[in-house]
């Protein structure tokens, strides 16, 4: 049979493995997003930079101002339409990223304090007389650290759809900005 000391150095070096196995695993994860994040900036500016000699050599075709008028209005609604598009990729691959860190954290979470009340339970089979103080005790800090752990689960899921709400919101009045403006300028032709 174990000694207590024995099956908390068992639980230690398993808790610690975890931890670098989580760690690992969330690091793939943000390398995942960061490149998902660059290769949309990449293909956002490759367009931005084909579109702009494109326009550019319109734009100096025009043969008067009204011509002139007439494509930069035709330039701005679908220009506002892709930064607009641009803005959702961008937050999908953020809402996307967070949520796997999320889930990765909580399966850690989940099994590491499995993994520990089993522990306690194991200890509190073979704990001594007069231990029963001990044993509550232990087991009271596991239950407020499981507590600590879901208010910053809630808190950090809510921080998360805050941000959502707030890059749609200013994504729509974006939108809605450049659509006030090409109307204008084509009220004004």
């Known amino acids: 049979m174990f000694s207590y000391q024995d099956q908390f150095s068992a639980a230690t070096k398993a808790n610690l493995q975890a931890h670098l196995d989580l760690i690992n695993s969330l690091t793939a994860k943000a390398f995942e997003g960061v490149e998902k994040i660059v ?3 990449l293909s956002a500016t490759k367009a931005t930079l084909e579109e702009a000699a494109a326009a550019a050599k319109q734009l100096a075709g025009a043969k008067d101002p009204q011509e002139l008028l007439s494509l930069a209005t035709a330039q ?15 937050a999908g ?9 999320t ?11 499995r993994k520990l009340s089993a522990l306690i339970d194991e200890i509190t089979k073979n704990a001594p007389p007069g231990s029963e103080q001990a044993v509550s005790i232990l087991k009271a800090t596991l239950t407020n650290a499981n507590a600590a752990y879901e208010q910053l689960s809630k ?12 890059l749609a919101n200013a994504t729509k009045q974006f939108t809605a900005a450049a659509e006030k403006t090409v109307a204008s300028t084509r009220a004004k032709k």
Do not use: D, M, W
């Open 93 to 101: 691959i953020v809402s996307s990223t967070q949520a796997e860190f």
């Open 103 to 113: 889930k990765a954290a909580e399966a850690q979470i989940a099994e590491t304090s």
């Open 76 to 90: 701005a609604q679908p220009g506002a339409e892709k930064a607009t598009a641009y803005g959702r990729h961008l």
């Open 39 to 41: 290769e949309l900036n």
């Open 155 to 166: 808190n950090s899921k809510q921080a998360v759809e805050t941000l959502e709400a707030n």
